[in-house]
């Protein structure tokens, strides 16, 4: 008899996305699934790209977060632009031989199918799930130019049995523009994850002693030029006043960034402790994205 096992796509955690909100809202996932799936399933299998390098503390917390998990390392080919259908069915191929060899039945949780250079692939057998967050590429098209590497991607949306939209947005979005059932999909509503163990830190690095905070990424979306001339406006003559940018930007946005500002700090990416003291302590939070799954 077969064992029924949950498999979980974990590249995400190998790639960028991990010191962002995807990452961190990811690794909670797993967290109350831990909890929550050990009746449903015998077995709980996490799958990782022996591909990508991962951290030792991204790996430590993605262990930590789902302790009775197994881990296995696939041979799961990274995108290339020009080849991303062929590299996925190669993945496929891997995946299927994976649970054969190990007689499972499965049923196959993929948390992001767009985030490179990952290449994920739902097997052939069992029930396919899927975390999706939004379409913003699609949806602002004119600026970012979504290329085929993107838009192959879109076919995994009609190839999951179930979506988990994080939005009656995302929900919505997908059904008008993209003709999927809503019958299809389920709305977690940002599934509310206690975020437990967390802890006020203090960042080792400088802050100014009043700051509004920005927290944000490198994304066009985000509306960072609009949001630091705001910012600007707003400061007028208070000498104090500071923006604080959480994040990393590429160098040669960030010298654009500080030549609208010169009153700009750059903190990079910061653990959600000590996220969590930046919120206690600013003066106001300024928040300008254009567009959000959430």
Not at 43 to 49: E, G, N, R, T
Not at 153 to 171: E, G, K, P
Not at 260 to 281: R, T
Request: some cysteine; glycine content about 4%; charged content about 25%.
């Amino acid at each position: 008899m077969k064992q029924k096992v949950l498999i979980i796509d974990c590249q995400i955690f190998q790639t960028a996305a991990w010191d962002r909100g995807m990452g961190k809202y990811s690794l909670n996932l797993l967290s109350e699934l831990s909890v929550t799936d050990r009746i449903k399933h015998g077995k709980v299998v996490l799958v990782f790209s022996n591909q990508l390098k991962i951290g030792k503390t991204a790996l430590g917390a993605v262990i930590k977060a789902f302790p009775s998990a197994e881990v296995a390392w696939l041979n799961l080919r990274q995108s290339k632009t020009h080849s991303i259908s062929r590299d996925a069915e190669y993945n496929k191929k891997n995946l299927d031989r994976f649970i054969k060899d190990n007689k499972y039945q499965v049923d196959f949780l993929m948390l992001s199918a767009f985030q490179k250079p990952t290449c994920p692939a739902f097997p052939s057998s069992g029930k396919s799930y899927l975390l999706f967050y939004d379409l913003i590429p699609l949806l602002y098209h004119h600026r970012y130019k979504p290329d085929d590497n993107y838009l192959s991607r879109l076919r995994t949306l009609f190839t999951a049995d179930v979506i988990f939209t994080i939005s009656q947005t995302v929900q919505n979005d997908l059904n008008t523009i993209m003709g999927i059932p809503m019958s299809k999909m389920v709305n977690i509503d940002g599934a509310p994850i206690m975020r437990k163990h967390l802890n006020i830190k203090k960042p080792n690095f400088k802050i100014p002693k009043r700051y509004i905070l920005m927290p944000t990424g490198d994304d066009i979306r985000k509306n960072n030029i609009s949001g630091v001339k705001g910012f600007e406006q707003f400061r007028g003559e208070d000498s104090e006043l500071m923006l604080v940018l959480t994040s990393k930007f590429e160098p040669n946005f960030r010298a654009f960034l500080e030549k609208i500002s010169k009153n700009l700090i750059f903190v990079g990416n910061v653990s959600e402790d000590e996220l969590v003291w930046l919120y206690c302590k600013s003066e106001m939070l300024l928040f300008p994205s254009e567009y959000e799954g959430l």
